[in-house]
C-alpha cells in the first residue's frame, strides 16, 4: 500500500529546517525506503493544488510575475508526479503553506493526492501561541513597518486541525524550542534520523532586539508604500552581528492577551491531544490594564521589553561603520 507523510507546519516550527534535511538526504531516505519526491527543497507550491482564488494566495506567490509562476507550478508537478510514481511505497512532502482550514482548498488537495496514494497522514507541530507570536513578529518586521497588536493576533491551529482532521489521518506533535523538529517528525514516519546527515544551519534566524529596532526604523522611513514586501538589501541586517544586545522578550501584559485569546483553543488542545501549553502561561488575574491600537498596528517597543538604549544605538553605529567599510573595499 503506497503512503504519504504529508508535513504542513506550523509556520516557525522548524520546517524550514526539516525541509532542507530531507532535501540534502534523499538518497539517504531511499535507502530507508522513502522518498522526497519533485526537485525543489520545500512543496510550497503544492497549495495550487488547492485551487484557491488569487485573493488567497499566500503573499509570497501574488507578487510573482505571473508567466514564470505558472511555468514554475507545471515544472514542479510534473516533477513531483514523476515521484510519485516511483517504486518507493512511502513518500514525504513538507510545505507550510498548506496550514490552512479552508475545507474546499483542503479536499482539492487530498484529492489530488489520492490519485497516487491509497493513505495519506498528515502531521502539524504546534507552538505555544506566545512564542509563536514572539517568533512570528520577529519575521514581520523582516518585511513591513509594525507589528500586529496582540489583541489582534490569532494562532488558527484549532481550526487547521479540525479541518485536516475531517478528510484525513491527522498526528499532531507540540514544538519544543531547542529540540530538533525533524528528528522528532523522523520518529513519527519510522524514519532513522541518525542516518541523516545534518545541513548547515538554516539562514532563516531570529532576530535581535537591535536588528528589530534598526529595521522597523528603516522600513519606517523609506517603504510605508512597500509594506508586507521582503526587501532583499535588508537581509544583511540579521547577518550583521549582534551579540552584545538582547534577545527580543515580549512584555509581560503581551503575554497575558495572547494567552485570554487563545485559551478555549489551548483548553481543546489539551482535552483533544494532551498537549498542555497552559502551564507555561502567567495569571490571568495579574492583568489590570492593557493597551491598544486604534490603527490595528504596533511598534517594536510597544511589544517587546526595551533594552538599554546605548547597546540600540551602538548597533545602528556598528552597521553603518559595516557598510561603511564594505563600500571602500570595494572602490
Known amino acids: 500500500m503506497s503512503k504519504l507523510h504529508l508535513h504542513i507546519g506550523s509556520y516557525k516550527t522548524g520546517t524550514t529546517s526539516i525541509q532542507k534535511t530531507f532535501f540534502v538526504n534523499k538518497e539517504a531516505l531511499n535507502e530507508q525506503g522513502f522518498v522526497y519526491p519533485g ?47 516511483s517504486n518507493s511505497k512511502q513518500q514525504l512532502i513538507s510545505t507550510e503553506y498548506l496550514f490552512i482550514h479552508n475545507s474546499t482548498y483542503i479536499e482539492n488537495v487530498i484529492s489530488f493526492l489520492s490519485d497516487y496514494f491509497q493513505e495519506i497522514k498528515v502531521y502539524l507541530f504546534i507552538r505555544s501561541p506566545e512564542e509563536y507570536y514572539r517568533s512570528f513578529q520577529q519575521q514581520k518586521i523582516k518585511a513591513r513597518s509594525y507589528l500586529t497588536p496582540p489583541d489582534l493576533f490569532k494562532y488558527e491551529f484549532k481550526k487547521v486541525a479540525k479541518a485536516w482532521n475531517e478528510v484525513a489521518e491527522l498526528e499532531v506533535i507540540p514544538y519544543q524550542s531547542g529540540i530538533n523538529s525533524c528528528e522528532i517528525l523522523c520518529e513519527e514516519i519510522g524514519l532513522n534520523f541518525e542516518k541523516l546527515s545534518t545541513p548547515d544551519k538554516n539562514s532563516n534566524t531570529s532576530l535581535s532586539i537591535g536588528q528589530m529596532y534598526l529595521l522597523e526604523k528603516i522600513q519606517h522611513h523609506f517603504y510605508q508604500d512597500y509594506e508586507d514586501r521582503f526587501k532583499n538589501q535588508l537581509g544583511i541586517v540579521s547577518h550583521i552581528d549582534d551579540s552584545f544586545t538582547h534577545k527580543p522578550q515580549i512584555q509581560d501584559w503581551v503575554k497575558i492577551v495572547v494567552y485570554n485569546n487563545h485559551r478555549g483553543d489551548l483548553e481543546w488542545l489539551k ?61
Not at 514554475?72 to 516533477?79: E, G, H, N, Q, V
Not at 507555561?280 to 490595528?296: A, C, K, M
Not at 521589553?305 to 563600500?327: F, G, H, Q, R
Open 39 to 85: 526537485n525543489t527543497q520545500n512543496d510550497h507550491l503544492l497549495y495550487f493544488a488547492t485551487k484557491a482564488n488569487q485573493e488567497n494566495w499566500p503573499r509570497q506567490f501574488k507578487s510573482l510575475n505571473g508567466k514564470r509562476l505558472q511555468e514554475a507550478i507545471a515544472k514542479y508537478f510534473s516533477s513531483l508526479e514523476n515521484g510519485f510514481t
Open 271 to 331: 482535552e483533544e491531544y494532551g498537549i498542555d501549553f497552559l502551564q507555561d502561561y502567567p495569571r490571568t488575574d495579574e492583568l489590570s490594564d492593557f493597551t491598544t491600537f486604534e490603527n490595528g498596528k504596533a511598534s517594536v517597543r510597544d511589544i517587546y521589553k526595551v533594552p538599554s538604549e546605548e547597546t540600540v544605538e551602538k548597533y545602528e553605529a556598528m552597521v553603518i561603520d559595516t557598510l561603511l567599510k564594505k563600500l571602500v573595499q570595494s572602490n
